[in-house]
Each structure stands twice: as C-alpha cells, then as structure tokens.
C-alpha cells in the first residue's frame, strides 16, 4: 500500500489527483483541507473509499497538521506528498494587505506540511519516495498586483531545490508544478478580479487571458492530477529538484 497525503484535496487541482489516484487499489490517500464537509464530499467520489481518510486541518497551524498525522499514521509510513494547498488574489501595501495571509499560506503552510510529512516519508521502505509542491507560472513571470503571491510562489522553488537536495540521500525526490491557468475556483476568481478592474464581463476576461495563452487553452485540473499520477507512479525515479511547466505555452524555458 501507497499512502499519499493531498493538501488542497476539497476542491480543484487536489480533488481531481485524488479521484484519479484513487483508482489505484494499491494506494491509501489523507485529504486535507479547511473545510470538513468539502473533504467529505471528495471522499463519497473516490475510487476504493475505504482506503481513504480525511483531515480537516489548517496548514498553516503546524502542531494541528503534526497531531492529525500522528492520529491518521499512528507510526505507519508514508510515500508522496502533494503539497497543493494555496490562496490566490491580489494584495496591497496598506491597512488590509493579504501579504501576510497569502506568505503564510502558500509560504509556510506548505513548508509545514513537507516538515510534518518529513518523519513519516523517512519510515517508508520504498526506495524512493515523493514530494510534489504546486507552485505557479507565476514564479515565472511578474503579475501586478500580486506581489505576495508571486513571491510565495518564487519562494517555493528554492524550497523545493533546497530539500531536494538535502534529502536526496534518503531517496525523497522533491519537485515543484508551475501551473498557468487551470479551469478552477480560484482561476474562476482571478479572472472575475480582471473583468471587474477592466469593466469587461467574465466572458470577455477569459477570452482575453486566453489570448495571451500560445495554444489559446485553459488546463483542466484532471490534466495536473494525470501529472501527479505519473510522478507518484514510481515509473521514472530520476527527477528531483525540477519545476515543471504545465501551462499551454505561456512560459518556456
Ligand atoms: N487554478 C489555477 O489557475 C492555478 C494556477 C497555478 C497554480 N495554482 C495553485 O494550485 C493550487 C490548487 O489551487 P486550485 O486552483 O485547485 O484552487 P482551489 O480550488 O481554490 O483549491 C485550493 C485548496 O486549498 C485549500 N486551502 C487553502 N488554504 C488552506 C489552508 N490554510 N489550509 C488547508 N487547506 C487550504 C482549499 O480548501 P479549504 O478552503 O477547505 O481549506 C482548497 O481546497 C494552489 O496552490 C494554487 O495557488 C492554481
């Protein structure tokens, strides 16, 4: 048995790689998010439901992520981690900046996650072991307003390189998705944000940020989950350190 822990598992990117890794009997997940009832909700769609458990958790509070784990793990091993979780939007210098919100978020919540999983993933008798971390596109380029989030986001590849090779000699692989748009909430919210500065109708805004993409697409959060599956697949065990571009074109290398 696999077992792989998924942040972000109640919506989006973390609910469509669950429901796809979850066709693997062989593979036991731990779905954390905020919102209990989300978690719930994912779990009655999985594949093989008993295999799977649930933890509704702050990612930002460390000692309840360290006291969920130990409750859900009890000691047992652990082999991936999809450190998902994330905040999007803007934030600005003043009275109500999401600065700090958005850094301990995307920054620290996904920094205590990996520490966290870090004891468990060291018990694992598999040779190789995952760690896979959602960045964005957005540590690529620069987006006005969101200077926190890119930041975060940037942040994240230097942890992921960091551990990467830190952990290198314990057979944890360590790699980062830099994700362009994908067809969730939180992009539904981000292109609401635009049309609403622009004055433009939700419809327009899309078709705009489509424009600015070379294939003119949008990802599919089930296109990210077949991407975790192959990296967890234990299929190639020779890319660490990385963050991969999966983004229509809107980025290269
Ligand atoms: N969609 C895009 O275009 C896009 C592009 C590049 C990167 N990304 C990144 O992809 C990741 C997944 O986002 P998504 O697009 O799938 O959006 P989403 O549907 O909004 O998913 C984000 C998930 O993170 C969880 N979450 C947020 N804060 C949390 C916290 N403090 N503790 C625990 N869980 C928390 C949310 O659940 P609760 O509210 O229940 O906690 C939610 O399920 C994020 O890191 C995002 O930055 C998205």
Redesign the pocket.
Known sequence: MKTIII?????????ATAKLLSENPENSLIL????QS?LNDVLECLSNRENHASLA????NARALRLGLADLLKHKSLECVFA?????GENAYGEDDRWHEIIQ??LT?TYNTIMEALPYLKLSQERFKHILI?????ARFGVPNYTAYCTA?TGLLGLTRSLAVQYASDGILVNALT????R????ER?IQLLADRAGISFEESFKQQMGYVPTGNISE?SEIGELVSFLFSGKQNSITGQALDINNGSYMQ
Not at 134 to 138: A, R, V
């Open positions: 942040t972000g598992a109640g919506s989006g990117m973390g609910e954390i998010g905020r919102s989300r958790v702050d990612i930002c998902n979780a994330g905040i999007g978020t995307n919540g959602t960045s964005s596109c957005l986001k994700p362009g748009w994908v969730t909430e939180m992009a981000g959060p």
